[in-house]
């Protein structure tokens, strides 16, 4: 499953080129943990994602010790071909990490390089982004609701604000003929189902229980893949509850109920998206009763 890492193409040709680099299209688990506890002690892994697409490297939501997680998880890779950062919103368990890969990624300022995207309150003085690292990267993106943004063949789709403690967004992305959701931090609302309807959905399971804190619950979650159906559904960013639990167990009650493969996010691993696709039947051959 786990596959090489940081290996450049020898081709010459470019369609060829960019088959290759769709052939290893992946996303790669960071960091699963969340919340304070599990941050505290490291219980699991913080980093957020790494979603290797077409060619391009674009890391989403670097919390606590996230360079460290990739140096250590895929210690073949530069992370200065990191092409953008994407953070979902500022609470630290997402945004930790963001001002040292500015600096990391544009080498201290020497080398232009880079996108940002992040929504306008993580800018500014109650933000979390040191003001003069965005003088050295490519360009800020400011994320707002039904906003598309292209990168290279690989389109972000942010279509709704999500409903949590500061703003935030999670995405859809589009690559070749696929579609991948990341449903961030949010408490269960409606519209969820309908915005992030894709093939691949990745999913924020903090706690097991719906609770005061604005995010998802099991029930939720269920809700959402029975909704959307999925070729597959991941859970992640798993607190104290989820981790007693098991997440794996989680995941296995959750696909019990839906009747689709959810899988449990675990630190450090590759998941290739062409295995992704295999699972299930494609979302758009299903009527939903409901
Ligand atoms: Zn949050």
Not at 23 to 40: C, K, S
Not at 119 to 141: M, Q, S, T
Not at 225 to 239: D, E, N, Y
Request: glycine share 8%.
């Amino acid at each position: 499953m786990k596959r090489a890492s940081g290996v450049k193409s020898k081709s010459s040709k470019t369609s060829e080129h960019d088959q290759e680099a769709a052939n290893r299209d992946e996303i790669i688990f960071l960091g699963t943990g969340g919340a304070r506890y599990v941050i505290a002690k490291q219980l699991r892994a913080t980093g957020g994602m790494l979603f290797r697409i077409g060619g391009k490297n674009v890391l989403v939501d670097p919390g606590p010790e996230s360079l460290y997680r990739l140096l250590t998880y895929l210690p073949k890779f530069n992370p200065e071909k990191i092409d953008a950062i994407l953070l979902t919103h500022k609470h630290i368990d997402h945004s930790a990490d963001i001002n040292v890969y500015l600096d990391v990624i544009t080498r201290g300022g020497f080398k232009k390089h880079g996108i940002l995207l992040a929504p306008a309150d993580a800018f500014g003085e109650e933000g979390v982004i040191f003001k003069y690292l965005l003088d050295f990267v490519e360009r800020k993106v400011v994320i707002k609701a039904d906003m598309d943004f292209e990168l290279n063949g690989v389109s972000f789709h942010f279509p709704i604000r999500h409903q949590h403690r500061v703003e935030t967004y999670g995405f859809k992305l589009l690559h070749n003929d696929y579609t991948v959701s990341y449903i961030s931090d949010t408490k269960y609302f409606a519209d969820l189902g309908s915005a992030y309807a894709a093939d691949i959905i990745i999913m924020n399971l903090i706690k097991l229980e719906p609770s005061e804190i604005d995010h998802l619950s099991v029930d939720d979650c269920a809700q959402i893949i029975s909704s959307i159906r999925p070729r597959v559904a991941i859970i992640t960013h798993f607190g104290m509850t989820m981790i007693r639990a098991g997440p794996w167990n989680v995941a296995r009650q959750l696909k019990d109920r839906t009747g689709i493969t959810v899988l449990a996010a675990e630190d450090g691993r590759h998941y290739p998206v062409d295995k992704l696709l295999s699972y299930g039947v494609k979302s758009s051959q299903f009527t939903t009763s409901s």
